[in-house]
């Protein structure tokens, strides 16, 4: 069963330590969220996963992290500046105000009034000063795409790694959008993550790259753990295209508030590096770019047969980081009965992203040998470097084993008098709730085999 409601999930992320209102003690701001102890691990867990599959196997992609601050001048050739905005409405009655297409019938959401301004373009980018005086004349905006840096730093990338075309770059980190309405938990919201590659083909080539990576990007999310059922792909109408693309298919996921965006991957054409190139005038540009007159390098590929230079077109696979997460717990929340008409709480993540791998529990706490052996057993564990290990040492055991459900924890160790005598400890399976005693020696070999 996926859980029933955006409240339901959002009690959970706050009763269990995945996520919490941003600058919750004064009040909280719109759109701010942090991730908790368990947050951050889910969140690590999947850019992990998203960057082993397009970094570390395959042969064709590199990485980068760059800067958050960006220059007005790469958000200016980008388009970013001038076309980056979303229609904004005043209520004039009661001063509230609101993305154009959240209202109906020319109707406030709030007060029913139909007293409204038209609608005019509000960009969408936050701005900061840069250096010690803030006149307004050196400033830097952050991020509102990983993207663009991805493009200015394609020189570089050439030169340092001599790949050649068809390759990509990757790129995991944060991206701000000024939302006029943040909404539904951490589906829109202001600062946010970004999972992006740019991956470079020749312009003839692009069609066929693209649909290559629309079926990756499907399978990597089913993958994870998404039900085939809650996904689909929906093809961008024309109209609705972002200004730099000439196609775009949508990963879609049935959210608890209704079916949205997950991922779109684009087919960015040749508008990137052919805006922020040098020496536009020596290429066969196809889209429409923006003059550029600052730019100092060429971001040009040369056809060794053909001895000619040109533009490479870009297929770019982008996916939220925080819609992700929100659609893998909406995936993996469950309630279940189970005996005696009690109910319990599971989140089935697939074990890759659990945010605990598993949880060392002394039946004893305050008998040292116990303890002591836990521990040992806990150090030994996280020694193998597949995730974090808890040693669970409060609470009864049927609470820890609630509890550990409900983070997602796929094993509990419990650590007994029995273990003191045999040197063996009891497994519990978080799916099926079973229980099995296992040697501590083969204890190893049962966990590596369990996570791969
Ligand atoms: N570089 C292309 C790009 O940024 P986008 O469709 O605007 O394209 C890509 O964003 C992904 O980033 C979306 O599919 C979504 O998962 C995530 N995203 C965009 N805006 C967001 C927001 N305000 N809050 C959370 N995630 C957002």
Redesign the pocket.
């Known amino acids: 069963m996926v859980a029933k409601s955006m409240e339901e999930l959002a009690s959970l992320c706050k009763r269990r330590g995945f996520i919490f209102q941003s600058n919750d003690i004064y009040g909280g701001i719109k759109g701010l969220y942090d991730y908790g102890p368990m947050g951050v691990e889910l969140k690590n867990n999947l850019k992990n996963a998203w960057w082993k599959s397009m970094v570390y196997e395959r042969d064709d992609v590199e990485g980068i992290d760059a800067s958050i601050l960006s220059s007005p001048i790469v958000l200016k050739q980008s388009g970013h500046e001038d076309t980056f905005t979303d229609p904004l409405i005043d209520c004039k009655t009661c001063k509230s105000r609101w993305k154009a297409d959240q209202l109906n019938e020319n109707t406030c959401p709030s007060c029913k009034s139909k007293d409204l301004t038209e609608p005019r373009p509000f960009n969408l980018m936050f701005k900061t000063a840069i250096g010690p005086v803030d006149d307004g004349t050196s400033f830097a905006y952050l991020r509102?795409?990983?993207?663009q840096q991805i493009f200015t730093n394609f020189k570089n990338i050439l030169d340092s790694t001599s790949r050649t075309i068809p390759f990509g770059i990757a790129q995991v980190g944060k991206?701000f959008?000024n939302?006029i309405t943040?909404r539904n938990f951490?589906?829109?919201?202001?600062e946010?993550e970004?999972m992006?590659l740019e991956f470079f083909v020749e312009p003839g080539n692009a069609d066929k790259w693209h649909k290559y990576w629309i079926d990756i990007r499907l399978e990597w999310w089913i993958n994870q753990g998404i039900s085939k059922n809650n996904i689909k792909l929906l093809n961008v109408e024309e109209k609705e295209l972002?200004h730099y693309s000439k196609a775009t298919t949508?990963i879609m996921y049935n959210f608890p508030h209704g079916e949205e965006?997950?991922?779109?991957i684009?087919n960015r054409t040749d508008f990137d590096l052919g805006s922020h190139t040098k020496n536009q005038g020596d290429f066969t540009i196809n889209s429409k770019v923006n003059k550029n007159e600052n730019s100092t390098t060429k971001l040009g590929i040369q056809d060794l047969e053909k001895k000619t230079w040109y533009i490479p077109y870009v297929i770019?696979p982008?996916?939220?980081v925080?819609?992700?997460v929100l659609a893998l717990l909406n995936e993996a929340y469950k309630e279940e009965k189970i005996e005696n008409d009690n109910t319990r709480t599971v989140l089935a993540l697939k074990p890759h992203l659990s945010p605990i791998k598993a949880a060392v529990i002394p039946l004893k706490k305050n008998n040292d040998n116990i303890v002591v052996l836990s521990k040992k057993i806990k150090n030994n564990l996280q020694k193998l470097g597949l995730g974090r290990i808890m040693l669970e040492n409060s609470g009864n055991i049927g609470k820890n084993y609630r509890r550990h459900d409900e983070i997602g924890t796929p094993i509990c160790i419990t650590v007994d008098f029995e273990t003191l005598e045999d040197n063996s400890v009891t497994v519990r399976d978080r799916d099926t709730m079973k229980q099995e005693r296992i040697s501590i020696d083969n204890l190893t070999n049962y966990y590596t085999n369990y996570f791969n």
């Not at 951490?186 to 202001?190: A, D, E, G, H, N």
């Not at 965006?261 to 779109?264: A, S």
Request: hydrophobic share 25%; with cysteine.
């Open positions: 509102p795409e990983t993207c991206a959008r939302e943040p951490i589906f829109r919201v202001r946010f970004q992006e972002s949508d965006e997950l991922e779109g684009a770019e982008s996916a939220g925080d819609r992700g």
